[in-house]
């Protein structure tokens, strides 16, 4: 893993990376644009790596993963809208510079999400070695791009091999209703642990989500109190620039919390074992015309 990571200069996503958005940022980001106003939620946290991608704002209208707030444990969420991603992940693909760049803004994200561990084990006093992940499979193309796979296998590899087991709870939400069938069967062949871990939902999923998460710690179409939309498809490419630049001129303020010390290896434990299960029996459910 260190050499992998060596190699690649990982740590170049984290290195000097400023603390996350204090007070006067976030009134200074919702003043010049009230699609901002976040209430406890810190918005865009990836503002905080160091190494920033041009026109990032962007990647969110194509489906990108969003870092977004905590849930009751102090677990940092990720927020997936794998609907948006399948359908325009050609666009992404050509807009970010090809497959190799896509799986670099991955490994970038799983940065994010361990550098936001740190932060929360340093809040809690504990360590903090879980994420909790939201996919959403509203409007999942019912055949994937074959571009699509191939990226997302990429990710699976070198998420397995250098990123240990993360997972808390993968929450699938929206899902069609004969996959949610599917599932209740797929989940008889798996182990209690693993199948603990994974909680396929369709339309009527808020109510488990807040079991899990505080309201003020979700966007209202998951069930949440914050008002904001930019995982949905209500946002053009524009709108999802400009808000992110406005965030990132605030942060330019000196009011930014330091950054989190290590207080343990990133994720201990791995999740995407568990993506690959998922994303088999989505493939069987398609290829048996289901």
């Known amino acids: 893993m260190q050499k992998w990571r060596e190699a690649n200069d990982v740590d170049r996503y984290r290195r000097k990376a400023p603390g996350p958005m204090g007070p006067n940022a976030a009134a200074d980001a919702a003043q010049e644009d009230p699609k901002l ?21 962007s990647l969110l209208y194509f489906g990108q993963t969003l870092a ?11 927020i997936q809208n794998g609907g948006l991603a399948g359908c325009r992940f050609a666009d992404m693909s050509r807009f970010v510079g090809g497959q190799e760049q896509v799986l670099a803004s991955l490994v970038r ?5 361990a550098a936001r561990m740190e932060e929360s084990s340093r809040r809690l006093g504990r360590p903090i070695t879980k994420q909790v992940v939201i996919t959403n499979a509203l409007g999942m193309p019912l055949r994937p791009q074959p571009a699509a796979v191939a990226a997302f296998k990429d990710f699976l590899l070198v998420s397995s091999r ?9 929450f699938v939400v929206n899902a069609p209703p004969v996959f949610v069938m599917l599932y209740r069967v797929i989940q008889t062949w798996l182990d209690p642990v693993t199948a603990s871990k994974i909680q396929v939902l369709g339309k009527d999923f808020q109510s488990t989500l807040l079991e899990h998460i505080d309201a003020d710690q979700l966007p209202r179409n998951y069930g949440g109190s914050v008002d904001f939309d930019i995982l949905g498809t209500t946002w053009s490419r524009e709108e999802c620039e400009r808000c992110f630049s406005a965030c990132r001129r605030a942060l330019n303020h000196n009011d930014c919390v330091d950054p989190a010390p290590t207080i343990a290896e990133p994720g201990s434990r791995r999740y ?3 993506a690959i299960l998922f994303t088999a029996s989505y493939f069987i459910m398609q290829n048996v015309g289901l």
């Open 37 to 57: 106003s976040r209430g406890n939620i810190e918005m865009f946290p990836q503002l905080r790596l160091v190494e920033q991608i041009p026109h990032e704002g």
């Open 109 to 113: 994200f799983q940065e994010l999400q």
């Open 162 to 170: 250098y990123y240990p087991e993360s997972l808390a709870v993968l």
């Open 272 to 274: 995407w074992m568990l």
């Open 68 to 78: 977004f707030g905590f849930d009751k444990k102090g677990q940092p969420i990720q």
